[in-house]
């Protein structure tokens, strides 16, 4: 079915907006956009890319606060006729007002606007050059900003918002005290478009903030006509709803009639549950709820899948401002895979969607940077955090029991051995771009270390970093995760081992039993020899071994270098390496994937019922899951609050006295301004630790990378994740002050 309301609909990039007026879709006027009347019901498309053949489009419909059941039904249900001549290509999107996604917010910059009435009620344009009328207008949020008209009297005012009088010709901007700088410049954003737009431009805007003298602050209530300063109350909720488990993610097969019947499956999720006959909800705690429809499913059951989302609702007892997607097979987003364990969509091998940030292998050839990536292998991560190429010098402290050995001397000759049991800090020294000092500390966790050792270790990296101050990042390296900037120091002698100190250091394995057998299985993995190959130890069983990898076992009388079908001539050259340096001389058998003689599998405990390959799992999961930028504020009491920006997030989102969350997946980059309050700083392990526990995602405080990076010191791989980078945008910067006075120099014209 085709409607003519949309049949130039997604022609070229951009956004086009249609209002519900008797059931019918209404073109909206470009002047408009931006402003929703709480009565109305809205469908937005945004069209991105460059030509027809790579045009995506997301449709939302936006259901006002007062909107009638008529309005919402016919928006869930046009957004659908809309896909259909969009050829089924397009991600639906619920947003209802208040609660809006980042990504639709992200749309209307610097803020949207919610205006009263709808389209009976015939307050469908904009008064301009208003006069004598007061409002009182809202701004909640801090990145994402939302406008609202409350009643003008002081009941209205709290201490964490921002509110803007608008009387006769004067406009006051009552600033919220500790206010990010991006968020003063937004709000006086706000201000100025509200003088030119609804006064003709001859308003005169006063800014009320923490540094305006009394008389000022008087001025702003007498204006108001009620109140006082002190009488401002505090704000400080956030509107939650209950879920099963609060960080917990959820996958449901859909059985629906008259009654919804959900069967619940098991994790980890996998591609491969998913039939295109039927339909599932997955329920995630940050991202909301997605309806994904199969291809085989009725029509119309996909036109009318918002009937099944409010049954859902009902039966979960969620608010209706929960936010919701659906996605149809074969057009899923990248938030929706990123709850999957795997996610068929690298191929056979080599996938041009890879990024070369991913991998470090900068070049313009895709099947060269997806060929490293197969290389690289499945343990090395944040692959383009390269400060330099290793060449720096280091330190090293071993802390266990509490105790620190600096074992600086041993690690600069011969193997380089990391104990799963214990910590390390590395103080890397390197020379920066311009010239000068520049550190990374490193933190490197044993899979197996103590809790108390872990402290003494973060207690450690605290005191070096204050010791330090200026040009460092912090990096805390999980076992398993090691960088390949942190593997590059260890020019390729890098061993990590089973025991530890409770075993005095001596050979051991999985079993307890190396000093009767001799048996050890070490995985070696990397991209190149004397650069960042690795052996690590691993338990002594078949099914460890992976078929894009180099294993050497050392038995009671012989060694097999036992090689994956798909594995490279630079894991068998760093084997021999290992074999060189680590392993006493016995004879060396080399092994072929499925030629191994029954010695070989008899020192395993038997042969596998088959080999697998899980290289693949991983690549997948980091092309699937969505970069975001989150801005992060610390109230005066310690509550933690996060706010995502929207997806084209930039530098200039970056405030100069925040602290900020570049997710990239695996790994997390905090990155901190220079103007950042000192207790915002002091609770960086807390913010982080709170992030990661609360987005439901299989990664825990444990098992993430966190790399802390501050203003002006930023790694190249951070810089590429944003559009551009200007290293001096913040030196040219107009400042607040600036801009107040810029305020006053035009209200005296």
């Known amino acids: 079915m085709e409607h003519p309301a949309f049949a130039d609909a997604g022609a070229s990039p951009g956004i086009e907006i249609w209002g519900i007026e008797a059931f019918e879709p209404v073109a909206v006027d470009t002047k408009m956009y931006g402003k929703f009347f709480n009565g109305d019901s809205y469908i937005i498309l945004k069209t991105t890319g460059t030509g027809n053949s790579t045009l995506t489009y997301d449709a939302h419909f936006w259901l006002g606060s007062k909107t009638t059941q008529d309005k919402k039904g016919a928006a869930a249900i046009l957004t659908v006729t809309l896909d259909d001549m969009l050829s089924g290509r397009a991600v639906h999107h619920r947003e209802i007002q208040g609660h809006e996604s980042s990504q639709f917010l992200g749309y209307f910059q610097p803020a949207i606007r919610y205006l009263e009435g709808g389209s009976e009620s015939g307050f469908n344009q904009?008064?301009?050059?208003?006069?004598?009328?007061?409002?009182?207008?809202?701004?909640?949020?801090?990145?994402?900003?939302?406008?609202?008209?409350?009643?003008?009297?002081?009941?209205?005012?709290?201490?964490?918002?921002?509110?803007?009088?608008?009387?006769?010709?004067?406009?006051?901007?009552?600033?919220?005290?500790?206010?990010?700088?991006?968020?003063?410049?937004?709000?006086?954003?706000?201000?100025?478009?509200?003088?030119?737009?609804?006064?003709?431009?001859?308003?005169?805007?006063?800014?009320?903030?923490?540094?305006?003298?009394?008389?000022?602050?008087?001025?702003?209530?007498?204006?108001l006509g009620s109140g006082s300063r002190d009488s401002m109350s505090d704000d400080d909720t956030s509107l939650t709803y209950t879920r099963e488990d609060i960080s917990a993610v959820f996958l449901y097969r859909v059985l629906f009639g008259d009654e919804l019947d959900l069967i619940s499956l098991s994790k980890p999720y996998q591609q491969s549950q998913l039939s295109s006959s039927e339909v599932y909800i997955l329920d995630t705690p940050c991202s909301g709820v997605y309806v994904w429809l199969g291809n085989d499913?009725?029509?119309?059951?996909?036109?009318?899948?918002?009937?099944?989302?409010?049954?859902?609702?009902?039966?979960?007892?969620?608010?209706?401002?929960?936010?919701?997607?659906?996605?149809?097979?074969?057009?899923?987003?990248?938030?929706?895979?990123?709850?999957?364990?795997?996610?068929?969509?690298?191929?056979?091998?080599?996938?041009?969607?890879?990024s070369e940030t991913d991998f470090a292998v900068y070049s313009a050839d895709a099947d060269e940077s997806a060929a490293a990536a197969k290389r690289i292998g499945k343990s090395a991560a944040v692959r383009g955090y390269m400060p330099d190429h290793g060449e720096g010098s280091f330190t090293v402290t071993r802390i266990v029991d509490g105790e620190k050995e600096d074992l600086t001397e041993e690690f600069q000759s011969g193997v380089s051995k990391l104990y799963q049991t214990e910590t390390y800090v590395f103080k890397y020294q390197y020379a920066d771009e311009g010239g000068d000092d520049a550190f990374v500390l490193y933190w490197w966790i044993g899979s197996q270390a103590s809790a108390d050792d872990k402290a003494a270790a973060k207690e450690l990296v605290s005191e070096l970093e204050a010791e330090i101050e200026g040009n460092v990042d912090v990096v805390k390296i999980p076992q398993g995760k090691e960088t390949k900037h942190f593997l590059n120091i260890f020019k390729g002698a890098l061993m990590i081992l089973f025991?530890?100190?409770?075993?005095?250091?001596?050979?051991?394995?999985?079993?307890?039993?190396?000093?009767?057998?001799?048996?050890?299985?070490?995985?070696?993995?990397?991209?190149?020899?004397?650069?960042?190959?690795?052996?690590?130890?691993?338990?002594e069983k078949a099914d460890v071994l992976e078929d894009d990898d180099v294993f050497v076992l050392e038995t009671l009388?012989?060694?097999?270098?036992?090689?994956?079908?798909?594995?490279?001539?630079?894991?068998?050259?760093?084997?021999?390496?290992?074999?060189?340096?680590?392993?006493?001389?016995?004879?060396?058998?080399?092994?072929?994937?499925?030629?191994?003689?029954?010695?070989?599998?008899?020192?395993?405990?038997?042969?596998?019922?088959?080999?697998r390959s899980g290289w693949k799992q991983v690549i997948s999961r980091r092309v699937t899951t969505p970069v975001t930028l989150t801005a992060v504020t610390v109230s005066i009491t310690g509550k933690v609050q996060f706010e995502e920006l929207p997806p084209d997030?930039?530098?200039?989102?970056?405030?100069?006295?925040?602290?900020?969350?570049?997710?990239?997946?695996?790994?997390?980059?905090?990155?901190?301004?220079?103007?950042?309050?000192?207790?915002?700083?002091?609770?960086?392990?807390n913010i982080i630790k709170e992030y990661i526990e609360d987005d439901g995602l299989d990664r825990t405080v444990d098992s993430a990378i966190s790399v802390v990076v501050k203003q002006g010191k930023e790694p190249t791989v951070f810089k590429k994740l944003f559009p551009e980078w200007d290293a001096d945008m913040w030196d040219n910067q107009t400042s607040y002050d600036d801009m107040k006075n810029e305020i006053k120099a035009a209200n005296s014209k």
């Open 297 to 354: 499913v009725e029509a119309e059951t996909k036109k009318n899948y918002n009937d099944i989302v409010q049954k859902y609702f009902g039966m979960k007892d969620y608010p209706d401002w929960v936010h919701v997607t659906r996605v149809a097979e074969g057009m899923e987003v990248s938030n929706f895979k990123q709850y999957f364990h795997n996610w068929d969509s690298v191929g056979d091998g080599a996938n041009s969607r890879l």
């Open 126 to 223: 904009v008064e301009i050059n208003a006069g004598a009328e007061k409002r009182l207008l809202k701004l909640s949020g801090c990145e994402n900003m939302r406008i609202e008209e409350v009643p003008a009297e002081d009941t209205s005012l709290t201490k964490n918002h921002c509110f803007i009088l608008e009387n006769e010709h004067d406009i006051f901007v009552l600033m919220p005290e500790g206010a990010k700088a991006t968020q003063r410049r937004k709000i006086i954003s706000v201000a100025n478009n509200l003088r030119d737009e609804y006064h003709n431009g001859r308003a005169t805007i006063e800014i009320i903030d923490e540094f305006s003298s009394d008389e000022d602050w008087d001025l702003f209530f007498e204006s």
């Open 649 to 685: 997030f930039t530098q200039q989102d970056l405030s100069d006295d925040g602290v900020y969350i570049l997710d990239a997946g695996e790994e997390l980059y905090f990155w901190q301004g220079k103007n950042t309050p000192e207790r915002v700083k002091a609770a960086r392990e």
């Open 499 to 539: 025991g530890g100190k409770e075993t005095e250091y001596k050979p051991v394995n999985s079993n307890n039993s190396y000093d009767d057998d001799n048996i050890r299985l070490f995985r070696v993995e990397g991209t190149e020899p004397g650069v960042d190959m690795r052996a690590v130890q691993v338990a």
């Open 557 to 611: 009388e012989k060694v097999f270098v036992w090689s994956g079908k798909e594995s490279n001539s630079e894991e068998h050259e760093a084997a021999t390496e290992f074999l060189s340096k680590a392993v006493k001389e016995k004879e060396v058998v080399a092994v072929e994937q499925g030629d191994e003689p029954d010695e070989f599998w008899e020192a395993l405990g038997g042969a596998p019922e088959e080999t």
